[in-house]
């Protein structure tokens, strides 16, 4: 079955490590997108990329890194530079963006936990 | 910029009854608008979607029209059933000026929790 897989699926973290999310995809999706959720905070975007080798700041970005070396892939770093990572994060991919009118396709996401 | 508005939850209610969360928004364009759903510990779902104005959505027994007057998407549904407990969100797309990027701009969600 086609999809979007995330992991870990729960991750604990040290203040002041580096920590990285995995998404893998097989829908042939052109966008990756990552989402940050807070408790009473909807979705927050953090990175998307429409394209393998490029991707594009959201709402968020700062304390995150990305890259999109493959375009089934498209993982997360946490940096320490991220003052409150403690979040559910989720991945999502959509077929070519103005094509699909903004529907999305999630994986069944990661929470971050810094102890 | 765009946003997006839903009631606050938590809504509780007893099975077989009517379900109306509201969501209305603001969008400088003609965005298209959805309703995702989140299952405990899961990820988001498409629900229900509507592309243009007086469009009506439906999927599951759910059903949302498109109400440009009035700047509203809700979601309603006659006769929920415990299995319908989850979050809803209720988000818009919009391209960018750029013409490439969908922006989807979601609303905080509303957690509904029906008792049998």
């Known amino acids: 079955d086609g999809g979007i897989t995330q992991s870990p699926k729960y991750l604990f973290r040290k203040e002041g490590q580096n920590v990285t999310l995995s998404c893998e995809q097989n829908l042939n999706h052109d966008a990756m997108y990552w989402y940050r959720q807070d408790p009473g905070q909807g979705l927050r975007l953090i990175y998307y990329s429409q394209i393998v080798n490029d991707f594009q700041k959201g709402d968020i970005a700062e304390g995150y890194s990305v890259s999109r070396e493959k375009k089934e892939s498209f993982p997360l770093t946490v940096t320490s530079a991220q003052k409150n990572p403690t979040a559910f994060y989720l991945c999502a991919s959509s077929i070519v963006p103005q094509v699909s009118a903004g529907e999305l396709f999630f994986g069944e996401g990661s929470r971050l936990t810094v102890l | 910029g765009n946003s997006v508005t839903q009631m606050e939850g938590p809504v509780t209610l007893s099975e077989e009854a009517f379900l109306t969360i509201n969501c209305t928004y603001t969008a400088t364009g003609y965005p298209s608008l959805f309703w995702y759903v989140q299952y405990p510990g899961e990820g988001l779902q498409l629900l229900l979607k509507?592309?243009?104005?007086?469009d009506k959505g439906s999927n599951k027994g759910f059903e949302a029209t498109y109400r440009k007057e009035t700047t509203s998407f809700h979601l309603e549904k006659g006769s929920v059933q415990v299995s319908d407990s989850a979050v809803y969100f209720c988000?818009?797309?919009?391209?960018?000026?750029?013409?490439?990027?969908?922006?989807?701009?979601f609303g905080t969600g509303t957690k509904l929790q029906v008792i049998p």
């Open positions: 509507a592309t243009k104005a007086d």
């Open positions: 988000a818009l797309s919009e391209t960018t000026l750029s013409g490439g990027y969908q922006k989807v701009t």
